[in-house]
């Protein structure tokens, strides 16, 4: 192989490097919603009946719910609120990961999240799925 070989190679090389290490950095961002860390103010702690295995805690803050997950920081598992059931004061939360293409960091971070309950939810029970 010559010089002029050489340095094309090594040029594409750096260039599929580059172009792979841009497309990681920009799934990450564009897949990691919520903030990361635990809430600072956080309400009123709830009772959360979680999957085992799952780490989910939440909060009664106002109108709204605020939930930490612990899981991948590139891929965080996000929660929705499913169902309110105001006279068993239990809230149904289904969690996952959406757009989770791609390999996703073997990290445990907290993410947490703040959704619209419009009510208050003291006193109520979390009960989490995961999809």
Not at 31 to 41: K, S
Not at 105 to 123: C, K, N, V, W
Request: proline share 7%; net charge negative.
């Amino acid at each position: 192989m010559d010089i002029g070989q050489a340095v094309a190679r090594g040029t594409t090389a750096a260039v599929i490097l580059f172009v792979a290490l841009v497309s990681v950095a920009g799934c990450a961002a564009l897949t990691a919603p919520g903030y990361p860390g635990t809430p600072t103010a956080s309400g009123q702690p709830l009772v959360v009946d979680a999957p085992a295995g799952s780490e989910v805690r939440a909060w009664a803050d106002g109108d709204l719910l605020v939930v930490t997950t612990i899981g991948s920081g590139s891929c965080p598992r996000v929660p929705v609120i499913e169902k309110v059931d105001e006279d068993e004061q239990r809230l149904s939360v289904s969690t996952s990961v959406p757009n989770a293409q791609g390999a996703c960091t073997a990290d445990s971070s907290p993410r947490t999240f703040e959704l619209d309950a419009g009510r208050d939810l003291t006193g109520f029970t979390v009960r989490v799925s995961e999809k």
